[in-house]
């Protein structure tokens, strides 16, 4: 049992290691600093932020369940996870070339709190990132 709960716990740290590294590479590909905007109450860093996060962990918990029990699967899981970060920042940075004007602007530039609003380009960042996550979870199975 003991190393069945030593497994949950490096599991864990390979998830929220993803998940950090996830977020500061959302924060380097979009302009000013994501979390003090997500904090602020700006709705289009905190959709686009909460939109990326949850789509590692949907590609996170495809390479769990599709790699080997155990420890075996604990190095191509946090490969997988890697890959889903590169592949969402990507994703976002053609997203932001094919459209007009520059989107990662836009996206922080909503505002906060009353007066905030999400912008409609946050919608198509948020749907592209899960989007992206679909194809490489469904890659695993």
Not at 42 to 50: E, K, R, T, Y
């Amino acid at each position: 049992m003991l190393e069945l709960v030593a497994q949950i716990l490096a599991y864990t740290g390979v998830g929220l290691v993803i998940l950090v590294v996830g977020f500061f590479a959302l924060d380097l590909i979009t302009p000013g600093n994501l979390g003090k905007q997500v904090i602020e109450g700006n709705p289009n860093a905190a959709l686009l932020s909460a939109a990326t996060l949850a789509s590692l962990g949907v590609v996170l918990w495809f390479a769990i369940f599709a790699t080997d029990a155990g420890w075996a699967g604990l190095d191509e899981t946090a490969v997988f996870g890697l890959v889903s970060v590169a592949a969402q920042a990507v994703c976002f940075l053609v997203l932001d070339l094919i459209t007009p004007g520059k989107l990662g602007e836009e996206l922080m530039s909503g505002g906060s709190g009353a007066g905030a609003r999400i912008h409609p380009g946050t919608w198509v960042s948020a749907s592209a990132q899960v989007a992206i996550a679909l194809v490489i979870a469904a890659s695993l199975i």
